[in-house]
């Protein structure tokens, strides 16, 4: 962030930036500070009292800065400490103005005497010297050693204990709250768990004067955590402590001059509505309206991001008298930023009314947003369907939301379109089941025809993630004579993304029609995906062929999809290489030893020949993942001795994969092996001319088998 001066900073936050295009007028003034300082501690009731700064400054820029401020002045050298103070070697201490370092020392004094940083040690405690140099780093120039300090706020709470951390400690935070924003951003999340560090709940309300400026700064996240630690504090307060200190916070947030706090505002009215007296919860209905109702758009779009969660704690007559007409009027806004945010609070307020509400007062305006003429909007709607179906039931739906889906799945727009893709399962699990079945073929599936060959290929992969899904809605004669065909069309879809969202629900339609109508149907489709240019489509496949395999049994996995598998091992990309390998071990898994022996372990061992190094590697591989598989007499009989001629090889990667191999295969094989065979390979590869099959044969040798 801009560590600049103070002074460029006012304002920052408030509808825009505002920059001064020369020195600020009270450069031109004689300031003089105390010389004795502020005194003994960080605040004396009647000597010099706590600066209030008004609430229309912003939450860098205070009177404090005029003294302790980092950075109001000309520099390290003139003025009161890292600008106005007494200069960089007068006593101030590492360029903190004089004020600031009495604070420090006399927070430090909380935690026992003589134990500020500059303290010899003799009469102090030593112990406790860490928590000096933290106070005293809070105020360091190093961003760093700041950040560090607030994060550990509550060892220095701890330290100063209650009463001085109230007294002190928190002034003093909210007087110098000026900062980057990722120390403010730490401060609001430790001000969250201060309440124990305070007294507990009876002085929680000791908290908000820090979270309330914090509420106010320019960042969004830093106001966002101030914001949730108030919420969180709120919760500590007696209904007495509420209504004294954090309704009025709220209210000041709410008229607030800047957007920034009235944002922040509208996330706290939830909170301290439901335990209000009902005078009170009349006034904060009416600060909520007066944010709806805002003239800034942020702030409207902040009330229309809350309005829901508001809804729900509100009484049902002023649900209907009240947030209803806002919710209209958001839905209505000129900014679609407000409007789209009013349909999530529309899921909210619709769950709490009755059916007759919900067509009178709500399902007009519901209406309109799916027919909005921003895009927007409309993807909002599309976005939240399943929802705003769950809460306004089975009927509402039939008349109303299934025939805006039908608008919404053939849009204008295609983010509209894919929304609307992505929603097709969960509407059709949701509706009735008497009827669903007519409803899907009749209402639904000629629209989700059309975009199987929609020209956007996110639409196409939106609808091909979930449309193997409607399979065990419909069940198999629907799914044989309706589906399949446009499964068939989507696996022979140019996007690859499209055919890889087919390829991994293909359990789904496995479960509704049998293994063998699925090899008839789709098999041929899916071995061509096999020889796929794409190598992640084809890495798809290898994934769910172990899957394929256990259904279509041993004599159709070796008819139709072995000699697949096979030529997977010398794909020329690795990750296919190393699928495919794994791929053969979970085979085995599934057909047995025998099968193996028989049918792969030949194979594989062949490739120990072949002219390119890369193959030969990957039968090392191979044996590497077959063994423990294939188990000890496998191992010892046919893949040993390919292990111990592949040592000899030409290629200095395949002999230190050798030498690994022995190290992966030794545990399985047994005594006599591993002395009489093993080790005067690994021996003979440890004097090897290249020193990373020397490392790895000694590594072997250097590590029993377990």
């Avoid at 921003?374 to 299934?402: C, H, N």
């Avoid at 509706?431 to 899907?440: A, F, K, S, Y």
């Avoid at 025998?594 to 191979?622: G, S």
């Amino acid at each position: 962030m801009n560590p600049c001066p103070c002074f460029f900073r006012l304002g920052k936050g408030r509808r825009g930036s505002v920059r001064f295009l020369s020195p600020p007028f009270f450069w031109s003034l004689d300031l003089q500070l105390p010389q004795g300082g502020l005194g003994g501690s960080l605040y004396e009731p009647g000597r010099h009292p706590a600066p209030t700064p008004p609430r229309s400054w912003s939450a860098g820029f205070s009177p404090a800065c005029l003294g302790a401020g980092r950075g109001q002045g000309a520099g390290r050298g003139q003025g009161a400490g890292r600008g106005q103070g007494a200069g960089r070697g007068q006593g101030a201490g590492r360029g903190r103005a004089a004020a600031t370092g009495r604070r420090r020392k006399n927070m430090a004094g909380a935690a026992g005497p003589g134990i500020g940083p500059g303290a010899a040690g003799g009469d102090g405690d030593d112990s406790l010297y860490p928590i000096a140099v933290l106070i005293d780093e809070l105020r360091n120039e190093d961003v760093q050693l700041r950040l560090n300090s607030i994060k550990k706020l509550s060892t220095i709470a701890l330290a100063l204990g209650v009463e001085r951390t109230r007294t002190e400690l928190l002034p003093f935070l909210t007087d110098t709250i000026y900062d980057e924003d990722e120390v403010l951003l730490a401060l609001a999340e430790q001000l969250g768990n201060f309440t124990g560090l305070v007294g507990g709940p009876d002085f929680a309300h000791c908290l908000l004067p820090p979270l309330e400026s914090l509420a106010t700064v320019e960042e969004t996240v830093v106001r966002d955590k101030a914001v949730e630690s108030l919420r969180q504090i709120s919760q500590e307060h007696t209904p007495v402590a509420l209504e004294a200190h954090f309704v009025p916070l709220v209210k000041r947030l709410a008229s607030g001059d800047w957007f920034t706090s009235r944002t922040s505002a509208c996330g706290l009215f939830s909170v301290c509505y439901p335990r209000a007296s009902n005078a009170l919860k009349a006034e904060i209905r009416q600060c909520f309206r007066s944010l709806c109702t805002d003239d800034t758009p942020m702030v409207r779009r902040a009330a229309a991001s809350k309005l829901g969660e508001f809804a729900k704690v509100l009484e049902l007559d002023s649900v209907k008298s009240e947030i209803v007409p806002l919710f209209t009027n958001l839905a209505s806004d000129e900014q679609d930023s407000v409007r789209l945010l009013a349909v999530e609070a529309c899921v909210s307020i619709a769950q709490l009314l009755s059916q007759d509400d919900l067509e009178a007062l709500v399902m007009p305006t519901l209406r309109q947003a799916a027919e909005d003429k921003s895009w927007r909007v409309r993807y909002m709607v599309a976005d939240k369907f399943s929802e705003l179906q769950k809460a306004v039931g089975p009927k509402i739906t039939l008349s109303d939301l299934i025939p805006a889906f039908q608008n919404l799945l053939k849009d204008c727009e295609a983010e509209v379109r894919a929304a609307a893709a992505h929603k097709v399962k969960e509407l059709c699990e949701n509706l009735p089941i008497e009827g669903r079945e007519t409803i899907i073929m009749n209402q639904i599936l000629p629209y989700i025809k059309e975009l199987v060959s929609d020209t956007n290929q996110h639409v196409k992969s939106a609808l091909a993630s979930v449309i193997m899904g409607l399979s065990t809605i419909l069940g198999k004669e629907n799914t044989i004579e309706h589906l399949l065909p446009l499964f068939l069309a989507q696996l022979k879809d140019e996007c690859p993304e499209v055919r890889l969202n087919i390829i991994s629900n293909l359990d789904c339609v496995n479960e509704v029609i049998g293994i063998r109508q699925l090899s008839q149907s789709l098999l041929p489709a899916i071995v061509e995906l096999a020889e796929d240019a794409k190598w992640r489509v084809r890495l798809a496949i290898i994934e769910y062929m172990p899957l394929l395999a256990g259904q279509l049994g041993v004599e159709f996995f070796d008819e139709k999809l072995n000699s697949l598998c096979m030529a997977w091992l010398v794909d020329h990309v690795y990750a296919i290489r190393e699928a495919a390998t794994s791929n053969l071990m979970k085979l085995v898994q599934k057909f047995g030893t025998e099968w193996a022996q028989n049918t792969i372990v030949p194979k594989v061992l062949v490739m120990a020949n072949d002219p390119n190094y890369l193959h030969r590697m990957t039968t090392l591989f191979c044996i590497n993942a077959l063994s423990e598989a294939c188990g000890q007499e496998i191992t010892t009989k046919q893949m040993l001795p390919i292990v111990l001629k592949m040592a000899g090889d030409q290629v200095a990667n395949v002999r230190f994969n050798v030498a690994k191999s022995l190290q992966k295969i030794g545990p399985i094989l047994d005594t006599e092996a591993l002395q009489e065979e093993v080790k005067p390979v690994l021996q003979k590869l440890g004097q090897d001319e290249d020193m990373d099959v020397k490392y790895f044969a000694q590594e072997a040798i250097s590590v029993p088998p377990s």
